[in-house]
């Protein structure tokens, strides 16, 4: 089926992929086409054009997009979105006055989500997350990186990998897998982490590579969780694997997250609300892509990592929403482009490319999603009518969002 969009007021569509992720000023540059078409066919990006070249084309269905965008669909490269119940009796907690870790320390935060989650069935799991996934799709997500992390038992890890595996399996969009095992240290570990590391690096990433349940590997490396050491001995194993490390840092201290990353070639490093000078250089000049999540600063009232700062600098910024039960129970990518734009100062460009183009490079699919461009999925928004771009973020909270297409597909709205 071949589908022709034309009278686009706006098309945000790049000839080329970058090699690289962007940077610096090349962040701020969008290539926009006034007066476009866009030609899809059998779920892919055929071509596109200016003006009204586009009738001499031969199409089944012609779709007019007046006085709308149409840009890239989001890429969403940090979730946790299996999980088996929500929270909100810690967000009371918090509205108490009580601190992310000081919940943690009570046995609730990933302690709480993980002992509902082993008593969940793997099914119930399945249904659940995929009600999620669709409904960010619905919202403009078109691409998605799920973590484990909430079973922290071998049984419970591998039944997580194992419903994520069919996540990627019936989403219309494409799914990576993230092995997070050392998200916290289970009750019966917390005077004894080595015989958990044990467990993750005997028992756990022997299976997961053998039933290739995970393409990365990620550690919680933060203050009250797991060391720098701990967190090298556990990626080194996994290296032995071939699975590339993806890693949480620098969230709730300076403990080294950056440096882990870093010192084991991971492809990114994902929150960064604590960092100084030190590793604000370090992201600047290493190829690993700095990640923030501004939807957990939002709902935890910590500090924003510091974004604006991050991209002056030099480093390549990847914006994504850490949908999860306890920090960011929300995945609206086009809050969190508010979000970026609002608290951390970047441009409506920048916060744009973060969450497209870079968060494509930060799941290795930048052939395949990411921008609107020759040859790859036909996954992006066609906007409401609207003038410019910046509108997007500037009517926070209030989608400008007309409707999705996946694979050149018009994706309906269940909510
Ligand atoms: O990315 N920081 C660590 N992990 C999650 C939170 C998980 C939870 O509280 O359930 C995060 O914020
Ligand atoms: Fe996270």
């Not at 302690?111 to 659940?128: A, G, I, P, V, Y």
């Not at 700062?309 to 914006?319: E, K, N, P, S, T």
């Not at 100062?345 to 290795?364: D, G, Q, R």
């Not at 609107?372 to 003038?387: D, E, Q, V, W």
Request: charged share 20%; proline share 4%.
């Amino acid at each position: 089926m071949r589908t022709l969009f034309v009278n686009i007021k706006s098309l945000v569509a790049s000839l080329e992929t970058p090699l690289h992720p962007l940077r610096g000023k090349a962040l701020q540059q969008l290539e926009q086409m006034n007066h476009a078409w866009l030609l899809c066919e059998n779920g892919k990006i055929v071509d596109f054009g200016s003006d009204d070249t586009y009738s001499t084309l031969a199409s089944e269905r012609t779709i007019d997009c007046t006085g709308r965008f149409i840009v890239p669909a989001f890429v969403d490269s940090h979730t946790h979105i299996v999980f088996a119940a929500t929270r909100e009796n810690e967000f009371v907690d918090k509205i108490n006055g009580l601190s992310y870790e000081e919940i943690a320390q009570r046995g609730g935060g990933i302690l709480n989500s993980s002992k509902r989650l082993q008593q969940c069935t793997e099914e119930q799991l399945f249904l659940d997350a995929k009600v999620r996934a669709l409904h960010l799709i619905e919202q403009g997500t078109g691409a998605l990186e799920i973590k484990s992390g909430y079973g922290l038992t071998v049984v419970d890890e591998l039944k997580m990998l194992r419903v994520i595996a069919r996540l990627k399996k019936e989403l219309p969009i494409p799914v990576r897998a993230t092995f997070l095992g050392a998200h916290a240290y289970p009750q019966e570990f917390r005077q004894h982490h080595e015989g958990y590391i044990n467990l993750i690096i005997n028992e756990m990433l022997p299976i997961i590579a053998e039933e290739k349940l995970a393409d990365y590997i990620d550690v919680f490396c933060d203050k009250g969780f797991f060391s720098m050491d701990e967190s090298n001995k556990i990626l080194a194993a996994a290296s032995k694997y071939g699975l590339k490390p993806k890693i949480h840092g620098n969230e709730l201290g300076l403990t080294g997250g950056v440096q882990v990353a870093i010192n084991n070639d991971a492809i990114s490093v994902d929150h960064l609300e604590e960092v100084g000078e030190e590793e604000i250089k370090l992201l600047a000049q290493s190829s690993l892509i700095a990640t923030v999540l501004p939807g957990t600063s939002f709902f935890l009232g910590i500090p924003y990592a510091p974004a604006r700062r991050l991209v002056d600098a030099g480093a390549a910024l990847c914006i994504a929403s850490d949908y999860n039960p306890g920090t960011s129970p929300n995945g609206r990518m086009s809050f969190l482009l508010s979000l970026a734009c609002i608290k951390m100062k970047l441009l409506p460009e920048e916060a744009l490319n973060a969450c497209t183009i870079n968060a494509a490079f930060a799941l290795e699919l930048q052939n395949e999603v990411g921008s609107i461009s020759k040859g790859k999925r036909a996954n992006f928004i066609l906007t409401k009518p609207m003038h410019s771009l910046a509108l997007m973020p500037y009517t926070f909270g209030e989608d400008m969002i007309e409707c999705v297409y996946i694979n050149g597909v018009k994706i309906a709205k269940s909510m």
